[in-house]
């Protein structure tokens, strides 16, 4: 089955399962049985995604804004990544930094663990693209903005509206040493335009 069919055909099924649990999760969670079952569905469907460590705020926000999108526009909305522990993203951008050979152009893709918002819980990476477009049209209304222009995937939880950026590397992040090991930076030499998909989850 082509991809596109098959993911539209998932989307329908898991539709339909949301209606279907709704009665169950009447029971479970009287007056809240809708935002429960379609969190439920798309559980189902998206069984890789985890919502644990995700700052108070910021879990409310798009869990909200999913169900919105599901039951008012039947769009599905799944989490990739959301909250990583320090060592993680260190771990992440150490690698961006070998794959790209400079601190500089890792930080347009990748940012290190003080300036990353999956650090801070706020971060979430959302698929699939129409539901992240989805997002991007809506989000506002729950906090949840895209915040640079090369990861349309990466949305985070703010009071205030932000000016996008570019990418990671054009915000003004705290003071920081340039590692002696690290390469000069190359002035956005750059790695391959395609990403793979972990790297999608990037900053
Ligand atoms: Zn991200």
Redesign the pocket.
Known sequence: MPPALRARVLAMVTRLIGVLLVPIALCRAPGRARFVACQWALGLRFPAEDLRGLATEALAAFTHARAEAFWRDGQLIGLT?GYRDATEQARMFAAEVRRTGSVAAARRRVLPPRES??VRGI???VRPREGARWLERHGGRYGLYRVYDN?W??FEYRVVEPVRLPHPAAAAGPPRAVPPCAAPPTGGAGGPRAMSRSRR???
């Open positions: 990544s918002g999956h971060a979430v990476d990861e995937w990466h989850t990037a900053s």
